[in-house]
T-cell receptor, first 118, second 112 residues
Framework: GAVVSQHPSRVICKSGTSVKIECRSLDFQATTMFWYRQFPKKSLMLMATSNEGSKATYEQGVEKDKFLINHASLTLSTLTVTSAHPEDSSFYIC??????????????FGEGSRLTVL | LAKTTQPISMDSYEGQEVNITCSHNNIATNDYITWYQQFPSQGPRFIIQGYKTKVTNEVASLFIPADRKSSTLSLPRVSLSDTAVYYCLVMPPSGGSYIPTFGRGTSLIVHP
């Protein structure tokens, strides 16, 4: 079945540095990918929709200059947390939809990336 | 977008059947109902999807009444490893500008 891979699964960085998280669709093309943020014991909060070849669409309240999203190809989207601060520490998850999947519009999720900012 | 409502939490014991109901009153005609399972520090994974009546796979069953305003995920004979958060989503078929938004989900705890 279709697979979405995220990297890194865990990252620890110092405050003020930038961190890049990659999301790849391994065996299907994804013109759209979604980025979520999840706090402990909370639901997934949609941050932005990543569109291949165009600008990402950010949800209200999400700083586009802090969370840079690039969707350079049909299989790769990246989320860069710029000038990270401890409050950016969270679990980040990406997902993509395989529009050719047998199951209509099934969403596939990455394994998630745990960011800890010291 | 069809908003979903689920119980926040449920408790069960090993070997029991667990039924989790999701309300989606404003589901659109073409929408499918999909359930996901999430373990701590992992991305959600697909469990089952249905459009109407009943769907069964090796993991679960999904019951959808005729009006499709709700759905029930049924997990037969749960084990400790079924302890997770379960989310229902309502989504149109492939294509379009669908934005998958998650509700609070149901935290299921299975006790020995």
């Amino acid at each position: 079945g279709a697979v979405v891979s995220q990297h890194p699964s865990r990252v620890i960085c110092k405050s003020g540095t930038s961190v890049k998280i990659e999301c790849r669709s391994l065996d299907f093309q994804a013109t759209t990918m979604f980025w979520y943020r999840q706090f402990p014991k909370k639901s997934l909060m949609l941050m932005a929709t990543s569109n291949e070849g165009s600008k990402a669409t950010y949800e209200q309240g999400v700083e586009k200059d802090k969370f840079l999203i690039n969707h350079a190809s049909l299989t790769l989207s990246t989320l860069t947390v710029t000038s990270a601060h401890p409050e950016d520490s969270s679990f980040y998850i990406c997902s993509a939809r395989d529009t050719t999947a047998f199951i209509p519009g099934e969403l596939f999720f990455g394994e998630g990336s745990r960011l800890t900012v010291l | 977008l069809a908003k979903t409502t689920q119980p926040i939490s449920m408790d069960s014991y090993e070997g029991q059947e667990v039924n989790i109901t999701c309300s989606h009153n404003n589901i659109a005609t073409n929408d499918y109902i999909t359930w996901y399972q999430q373990f701590p520090s992992q991305g959600p994974r697909f469990i089952i999807q249905g459009y109407k009546t009943k769907v069964t796979n090796e993991v679960a069953s999904l019951f959808i009444p005729a009006d499709r305003k709700s759905s029930t995920l049924s997990l037969p004979r749960v084990s400790l490893s079924d302890t997770a958060v379960y989310y229902c989503l309502v989504m149109p078929p492939s294509g379009g500008s669908y934005i998958p938004t998650f509700g609070r989900g149901t935290s299921l705890i299975v006790h020995p």
